[in-house]
């Protein structure tokens, strides 16, 4: 079985799709992995510690692989040199762009989008959903206290008191837990909403206020949030419009999955923020949570800045990557048989929920199959 792990070509991605713990792994299931060379290079993995744990560092050349590990979906260049039936394992970016999933299909290569594992016990050690998310919500408050002209904890010093600074999550799943744990632990005042009133229950837990507007439970069986109604939509921005004049901080994390990022810090609502007020929008990829943020970039409206940086869990790659690695390694074990041959087994829930191509096709439900 020869893995290949190719260097991300996608612009600003700093990760990779394996580390040397993964590789080390690999190699004694019987593999032969190889690292194209510098693929580790943002995720400060050097060469050498991927040759160490036994890989071939190559320059490219991967027709022969039967197997190639991505955290994005990989070049048309790169498809188009796999043989047929290559199993593509990576973050493939299903929503959204049927041209893209068209060309992964007409490659002839197996494909699994990570993004599509089932929300179940089983899955949680193959979900990059869940392991990158954990990282951006941290990094997105550690933003903000950066870009945030006053403290987070308040201090009280001789020459007079400084208050606590009062942080506001928006969207309660993986994210916007870990992003109420930091702003905790540096001291601000939180509180939280969501849609899903399960949450209220892991807000309280870590010490922070719960927001909730009277609306109906949006939670779905899968796990995830569907959209409001109408009149939901309408309670909840009421709420959060009086909410929000008073915090300095605010982070949203609010997703649902393949559609737009709901709308939830209108333009008007940024207006009302006091000046020096920071909004940092995890849902930018998608649309944004807010719709002044842009991609990448920093905007400044009326004193409130809005930062809009894409791909959080990237700028902490020295841990994003080797998680991300770890999960789809585990994955790629649900399919490697005791001999070291492979073995796709369409009765697995977590191999047929991510499968969208094989044979030349797309073979999702959700991406027309
Ligand atoms: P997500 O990234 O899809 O969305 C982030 C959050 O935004 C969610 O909590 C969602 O409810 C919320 N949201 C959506 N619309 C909103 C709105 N209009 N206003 C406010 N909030 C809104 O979600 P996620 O982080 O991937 O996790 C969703 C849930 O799945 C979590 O409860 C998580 O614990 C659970 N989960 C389970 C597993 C597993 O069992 N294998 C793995 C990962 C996550």
């Known amino acids: 079985m020869k893995i290949a792990i190719p260097t991300e070509t996608q612009h600003g991605e700093s990760r990779v799709a394996a580390s040397p713990d993964t590789v080390k792994a690999f190699i004694k299931k019987g593999a032969d992995v190889a690292v194209e060379a510098s693929a580790g290079k ?3 993995i050097p060469d ?6 036994g890989a071939r560092i190559v320059q490219g050349g991967f027709g022969d692989a039967d197997v190639v590990l991505t955290v994005r979906r990989p070049s048309g260049e790169l498809l188009s040199s796999l ?3 290559t199993l593509l394992i990576g973050g493939l970016e299903p929503y959204g762009d049927k041209a893209g999933l068209d060309a ?3 490659a002839g290569v197996t ?4 993004e599509l594992m089932p929300r179940i016990t089983r899955a949680q050690s193959m979900d990059i959903l869940s392991s990158q998310a954990n990282l951006a919500g941290y990094k997105a408050v550690i933003d903000a206290a950066f870009h945030f002209t006053r403290a987070f904890p308040m201090m009280m010093t001789a020459a007079g008191t400084v208050p606590a600074a009062k942080v506001f999550i928006m969207g309660v799943g993986v994210a916007g837990l870990q992003a109420i744990a930091t702003a905790r632990r540096l001291g601000a005042i939180v509180s939280a909403t969501d849609v899903r009133k399960a949450t209220e229950e892991q807000v309280k837990s870590l010490g922070a206020k719960f927001v909730y507007a009277d609306i109906a439970d949006a939670a779905t069986s899968g796990g995830y949030a569907r959209e409001l109604s109408a009149e939901d939509k309408a309670r909840q921005a009421a709420l959060v419009a009086n909410h929000v004049k008073t915090q300095d901080v605010i982070i949203t994390t609010a997703l649902i999955p393949g559609r737009p990022a709901p709308v939830l810090i209108t333009q008007e609502m940024v207006e009302s923020m006091k000046p020096g007020s920071i909004i940092v929008d995890l849902a930018v990829e998608r649309g944004g949570n807010c719709p002044l943020s842009k991609p990448d970039q920093i905007v400044e409206h009326k004193g409130v800045k809005i930062v809009g940086t894409v791909n959080l869990a990237g700028k902490l790659a020295g841990n994003a990557a080797p998680l991300f690695a770890r999960n789809l390694a585990n994955f790629l ?3 490697i048989q005791k001999d070291g041959s492979l073995k796709i087994d369409d009765a697995d829930e977590c191999i047929r929920g991510t499968m969208i191509a094989r044979d030349g096709a797309l073979v999702h439900p959700m991406f027309g199959a």
């Open 42 to 44: 943002g995720a400060s």
């Open 48 to 53: 050498e510690a991927f040759a160490a744990a």
């Open 83 to 85: 043989k047929r039936g």
């Open 104 to 106: 992964i299909a007409a």
């Open 111 to 114: 494909a699994f989008a990570m």
């Open 333 to 335: 074990d649900l399919m």
